[in-house]
Every structure is written in C-alpha cells, then in structure tokens.
C-alpha cells in the first residue's frame, strides 16, 4: 500500500495532529492541532517532509501520485471555503509555505496570494467589491514569487514599487491606488520577462507545481543550511508544504494581520505581548518594512500608537480566548500568527516561541508555580546553552550616566534581546564575518534583516536594526542566537553607500565604535564599561532544582584565586584543574623560571626554585582560602619548558641582559633545548622524572600552604595530580616522591592535612592500563582535550583548517573538539572508569577538558559514571543545568 503524502485540516477536523511533527513539520502539524481543537483555522494540506526526501532522492522530481493527493485536497479547500481555484467568478487563493519539524523562523521560502493572473484579479475585485485589495494583493503575489521562485532578486521588485510611491507622492504602500497598483503589476510583469526572458506564468496550476518545488528547494539554499549548521538541525529532516487557503489581512481597515507570544519573550512575563498592522499581510510584521502597532495597551509607548485591544476589541477577546487555549494544551510559550479578515479572526499557525534566556527561565519557574509543568519539565526546558546569556555584561550604570550626561546617548529603540556588548559598526553580513573571523567586535547594523544575514549575524557582537518590532527577523533570530539586539531604532537613518548612519546631526561611519544595550533598546556612541550579570531570582530558583536532582558534581577550572571565586560563585563544588604553570607566566616570575630551566647544574636549579617556592606557596594560599572546605585539584607543571623561554630577537636580547648572559650563550642553551615535537616531548610528568626537584618544590608548596591555612582555621582538600601519565611505574615514582614531602613538611609543621595524589589520564595508554594506575592513584581526571589529540593524532590549533569539511561531510558527527567523540575518546573514558573501579572500587573520576562544560558530553559522562566535570567559570551554571537534564534523561531511560 502506498504511504500518505498529502493530510487534509479544515472544517473542525483534521487528518494530524501535533504529535506529528516528524511528518507534517512543525507548522503542519500544530495547524491541524489547532483545528482539532475547533480554533478558527483556514483549511489547507500539508505535503510530508516524506515527500521532501523523496523529491532529492528522485533528483527533485515529484514522486509518483503525489500531485493527484495534492488535487484531491484542493478540491476539499474549495468545498470548505465556497470558492474554486483558478477560477474567474471567484478563485480561491492559497499559501504555499514550507515546516520544518524544528522552527527555522524565515530560512525557507513562502509564497502568498497563489492563484492569482490577469483573470482572476479581476474576479476577486468583484468578488470582495474591493478593487484596490485584488491589485494590492496581485503586486504582492508577482513580487514573492519572482523572487522565491523565478529568482529575481527582491530589491529590483522594491525599486519599482518605490519609484511608483515617488511619482505619485505615496509615503507608504497603502497610499497607492487601485489605479497605481496596476501600473506596478504591469511594470512587475515587464521586469520578470526582463529577468527572465519568460512572461509571468498565468495558469494556477503550474503556479502551484513550481511553488512546491520551490518550497522544497529551499530546504538547500545556503541560510537555510547555515541555520541548521549553527542549531544543530539534521540535515535529513526535509520540511513538509502547507498549502493553505489564504484569508486576507490587507482588504482595507477592518482587516489586519499580526504576530503575538502567550507571554512577553524577553523577560518571560505573563501577559500577552504581541504587534499587528492594519490593512497588511503577515510578512508586512515580520520583515520589518512597517513598524507594527502594540497588541495591547499597556504595550503603548506613546499616544500616537493605537493598540488592537482598543481598535478591534472583539477580536482581542477572541484572541485572549484562544491565548489561554494554547497555553493550557501545550502547556509551553505559543508564538502565533493571525490574520483579521473584515473583523473576522483567523489562526494560521502556532509554535514554541523562541525566547531569551532570562524569559525561557522565568516562563519555565512560573508554569511550575501555575501546576502546567513538573519541575524536571521546567529543568528540560531550558536550553543550558542559552544560560550563556544571562551570563551576558551588563553596563556598568555610573558609565551610563556618564555618557548620558555627555550626549552620548545617539538613538532608542525596542529591546529585542538582552545584554550589553560594544563593536566595530558593520553594515553588511559579510563584513561582520570578515572583521569577526580577524578577531574583532563588531555590531551589524541594517535597516531591517533579512535570513540572508544569518552569517552575519551570527559573527556580530549585537544587531542593531532601524525598522521592525519585537517579532521582527532580526529581533526572533538574535533571541533564538543568544545575540544582544535592538530593532525599531526609527531615528537612525542607515546610508549603505556611504557606509554610514545618521541620527540628526550625529554621523557613525563604519568602523566607529557603538555600545548597544538590548535589555534598554539604548545605542550609545563609544565604548561603554560593562559589569558581569548576578545569579538571582528565578535563575537561582531554577538552579537549586537543578543542583537537588543532578548527580554529577561540577567544578570548575581556575589558576587564580579570581576565576576560583568567579566560580564558587556559580555554584562550583570545588576546583578540577588549577595549573600551576599559568602561576609561572606573571610578569616578575619568568626570569626566575628562565633561570631554572637555563640552569646547567641541578645546583643552580634548586636555587632558582628556591626563590619560585613562595611565590607558588602564596598562590596556593590564596586559592585555598577562597575555596575552604572545598577540593582543589592542583596539576604539578605540564608544558615543554620552550614555552617559556624567549622567542624574538628582542627578547632574547632582553633576557641575557636580565640574567647577565652573553646572548649567543642564551640562543645556544635555548637551542639545546629544543624539541622537534614538543608537545610529545619532555613535559609533564617526564619533567618529574627527570628533574625531580621541579616536582618536589611544587608539591611543597602545596602542602606546606595547605599547612598554613589548616593553622588559620581554613579547611582545605588538596588533590596533587600528575600530568601526562603513560606507565603505572612512572606514576609510582613520582606518588613516592610528593608522599616523602608531605612527611617531610608535616614534620617540619608540625600540622598535617590530607591529601590525595591521583593522576590526569590524558595519553590512550593511560586508559588502557588504568587498573594498574589504579593502584598508586587516588583519582583518574581526563584530559579530553589532549586525550582527543592523541586519540585521533589531530592537533587542536591546526584542526580548525580543515574540522569543518569532514563534519560537512559527515565523516565526523561533530567537532571532537567541541562534543565528545563517544565511539573513540569516550570508550577509552568508559574503559578507565571500568579498569580504575576494578582494582580501586569506587574511585573518583572527574573531566577537566573543554568538554565539561559542553551539553552533549555531559550527557554521555552522566551515563559512563563520571563523578564529576570541571568547566572554566562562566560554564559552571551550563554544566550544572546540563548534569540535571542527564540525569533526568538517566531516569527516564534515555540515555
């Protein structure tokens, strides 16, 4: 039996539902959701992202009786609305619009008004007895289609329509005539034979076979892909179409069009929060090129704006209805579209909204509070990624003032995404990924975006746009990117030829540098102070849920005692990695360290690392009463020691004058020194053991600062951890030298403290002989990030060149560097863990790579039985989150 290509919704029932998703696509399968739930909705079918799969492996030919499926569904539209396709008297007109079963808002194509040539353009002017709407409509439909379907770019349709406006002294569209109006279309019509060297296509029919295929194209086009790639959507997903029978918000003023959220998407408030346009269609809203009306009153900013609850009040409670409707099925955030048609309220679609994620927080702790949702749902909600964000600077507020007070203030607009950032002014998408790829800030700025600028975007700092409102492209993409934007800044004035914009007399011209602030909707000219974000609130609320049903412990990474607090204040249970050698860098400790590693006798060294030993002893003091009663695992030194002697002929110069050496002297120790591959070289614990003096003062100046501490009343847990392991008899060693120390210093202190040494698996063979390493070490930490080197023999600073094309190509799931490689890296963990358990029961297990405080490794360390991840500060509230959704998952067999 051949399967089903083609689902009818329409008259109050429907042939899906919204457990679909996979085969209807999002919008297709919520819209047949919303019929079944009796919510006024225009009839229509979805085409299945089946379908979709199927058009590429055919080589984009349609598969075989699907257009029949697709005639048959019509027939069911035309039945439903009282109208016939194509027809003269009275044609039914449709969408064609693409769905993803992940929302991608505005990365494939749509197209309005179908249906629509010379014939029936006439009948719908009778048929509605506007004539002014028909054209309106006609001039629409030949512009969205030229475009998306025929290929013509859509500033060459705007130019036309603005030279028009010019001639007859139109400020906007709907100043245009029906008489105007048709002189577009015939000028529309004469530049796409220009374009095209084809006439308009006439019969509806075909109008509709070429919409689908365009629909199903764009699956492919190039910010569609880029959207994917950012988000992580598979690429096999394929979207569905939905033809659906257009109802019309441009039919004059009693019609209208509009984009609302079940609750405020930016700071996740309970009210409903939305924007409409009069005698205007969908995409009017959300391409920004009128500025929207608010939806309710307490949205007006100014008396100017009239809001739909006072303009069209019947049609606001319906919507309030339907509002509470939503939210009580779905039991989540709705982001939904509507059309008024002469008064008349019709629903065309229904999604997740996207969010910031100070909302996604608050929304998730408040439909706890409200019974819609469990706490381990409101935990799942939250995308631990998006915490990135609420983590975002915030601008330093006596700054503000300040540049306030100097009229530095230029312009205010909607604070479409939060968070303060400073950049580089950019006008174009490219030039933000060009400027961004070199390693500066900069700020897109544009009159609206478009999903063209998807690349852009995403490199710039923040977005700033002159048009458009809170469900603008550019104000929904940012929110979903984690980007700090504004939009509906109408005071600037954008002039891309001159690479500049204005507000009143104020000039910035590319490269000037802007401060936006997206939780203000301010943009300030120049850089502004910013001050780290505050754990509170909601946050707070939804972490310590967190923190009550994770398992795995998060610590965090810090060489100072700043990033120790930094993450202690985020919730850090101790530290996983603090390496030594970062101590070594500071300004006034490389001579002496030069001094050690130069020195031609064990003498000489002992001497310089005589003078580094209360330098490292004050460092671990400081850490240790930041972290009291905290674990803090201390990494003996790992670098070649090349990375610390001079490179450049000035600083060589430099140096042998400090150290009163000759320079040739200088350049030839250094060259004795030197290793064809360093990094599988003399570092690590092969420094231990061949200058097992280096080892011995570090771990004395541990123990003797755990000592100290202890004596002021400060509880301290040192971890004393090998680096770069590879042999149980090295590990063996190097345990029995730190154990004579700590004798030694407890002694001489007359204080001991515990302590543990363990051991940082980081070389393949480590994993493969951890039950032997098991017997000395206390605790195995992995090193994921060298783990991965050596793992695959890829280096992680010239990967980047080429990473891209083999997770393109699908060689790779993903960069190893950035998700674990669960095949490969992973089964060595799992391996260790198992080996380490089976000669120590019980040992502790901790990751302090890169890895720690990425989502999609910890879900695979939860399941493994890690005991602990160890991410940088700023990562620390991701990977708590993160561990809280994995052991959910754990529990609910997901894993």
Known sequence: MRKKMVYYFGGGKAEGSADMKMLLGGKGANLAEMTNLGLPVPPGITITTEVCKDYYKLGKQFPEGMWDEVLEGLRKIEKEMGKKFGDKENPLLVSVRSGAPVSMPGMMDTILNLGLNDETVEGLAKSTNNERFAWDSYRRFIQMFG??????????????LEEKKREVGAKQDVDLSAEDLKDVVKRYKELVKRETGREFPQDPYEQLKMAIKAVFDSWNNPRAIKYREINKIPEDYGTAVNIVAMVFGNM?????????????????????????????????????????????????????????????????????KIRDILEKHYREMQDIEFTIENGRLWMLQTRTGKRTAKAAVKIAVDMVKEGLISKEEAILRVDPSLIDQLL??????EDRKRAKAEGRLIAKGLPAAPGAVSGKVVFTADEAVELAEKGEKVILVRHETSPEDIHGMHAAEGILTARGGMTSHAAVVARGMGKTCIVGAESIHVDYDREEFRVGDVVVKKGEVITIDGSTGEVFHGELKTIPAQISGEFEELMKWADEIRTLQVRVNADTPEDAEQGRKFGAEGIGLCRTEHMFFKEERIP???????AKTQEERERALEKLLPMQREDFIAIFEVMNGLPVNIRLLDPPLHEFLPRTEEEFERTAKEMGLPVEELKKRAEELHEVNPMLGLRGSRLGITHPEIYRMQARAILEAACICKRNGVEVLPEIMLPLIADEKELHELKKLIDDVAAQVFLEMGVEVPYQVGTMVEVPRAAVIADKLARDAEYFSFGTNDLTQMTFGLSRDDAGKFIGKYVELGILKGDPFIHIDEEGVGRLIEMAIELGNATRPGIKTGICG??????????????????????????????????AQARIRQLRGEL
């Open 252 to 320: 004059g003023e009693t019609s209208g069009t509009g984009v609302a959220f079940t609750r405020n998407p930016s700071t996740g408030e309970n009210e409903f929060y939305g924007e409409y346009l009069k005698n205007a269609q969908g995409e009017d809203v959300v391409a920004g090129i009128r500025t929207p009306q608010p939806l309710t009153k307490a949205q007006k900013t100014s008396q100017e704006q009239t809001s739909l609850e006072e303009e069209f009040p019947e049609v606001y409670k319906e919507l309030l």
């Open 592 to 598: 002496v360290v030069r001094e050690m590693i130069l």
């Open 850 to 883: 890169e890895h720690g405080g990425d989502p999609r490794s910890i879900n695979f360390f939860q399941k493994v039985g890690v005991k602990y991840v160890s991410p940088s500060p700023f990562r620390v509230p991701i990977a708590r989150l993160a561990a």
């Open 392 to 397: 975002h600077p915030m601008l330093d507020e």
């Open 147 to 160: 475009n998306v379907v025929m290929g013509i770019p859509h500033e060459k349709f705007e130019e036309v």
